[in-house]
């Protein structure tokens, strides 16, 4: 990454449907999103939200009961959709699974955060993925594991992964 360089990104929040398939919400997304774009702008990257940016940032984020998705066998099927609809960057396939040996390790009754963290860099109208990167921490315990329960916890990960990505 080269500071001065422009960026996009798109935060999608999925929560638990009661099938057990994640869902896409809007809830919780503004105020991550201000955070990422402040976090990445303030190290001399210029937020571009509707133009060609030469960086791409996808990030999808869940709060779920992770025990509950290990007693019921979801966890090996628990994934990130791979695409989005008029969203030209892919989740790599590799990637897209919001389980994690953090999450396994949560006590009972506690939510845990997840997210996958997409950049790609566009050339000549192409963008390509240079890597995902998967973040896990524990909620709150709060029934249902709405993504109040996680907003806060996930959010100093997430910057410091942004940090890495945007040196």
């Not at 996009?8 to 929040?13: K, M, T």
């Not at 057990?20 to 809007?26: D, F, I, K, R, S």
């Not at 999103?33 to 190290?43: C, F, L, T, V």
């Not at 995902?132 to 100093?156: D, M």
């Amino acid at each position: 990454m080269q500071p001065g360089s422009s960026f996009n990104l798109r935060i999608h929040n999925y929560q638990l449907n009661e099938y057990g398939a994640l869902e896409e919400t809007e809830t919780g997304v503004l105020p991550l999103e201000r955070a990422a774009i402040q976090s990445i702008g303030s190290r001399d990257y210029r937020y571009d939200p509707n133009g060609d940016a030469t960086f791409v940032l996808d990030i999808r984020l869940t709060c779920f009961e992770p025990h509950f998705a290990a007693e019921s066998a979801m966890k090996n099927a628990l994934k990130f959709p791979e695409t989005e609809p008029g969203y030209e960057l892919p989740v790599l396939p590799d990637r897209v699974f919001v389980w994690s040996p953090e999450l396994e390790k949560l006590p009972k009754n506690v939510c845990g955060a997840s997210a996958a963290v997409t950049i790609g860099r566009r050339e000549g109208g192409k963008i390509t993925p240079l890597g995902t990167r998967n973040v896990s921490v524990q909620g709150k315990n709060e029934v249902g594991c709405p993504f109040t329960a996680c907003e806060k916890a996930i959010l100093p990960p997430l910057l410091r992964t942004l940090e890495t990505l945007f040196p």
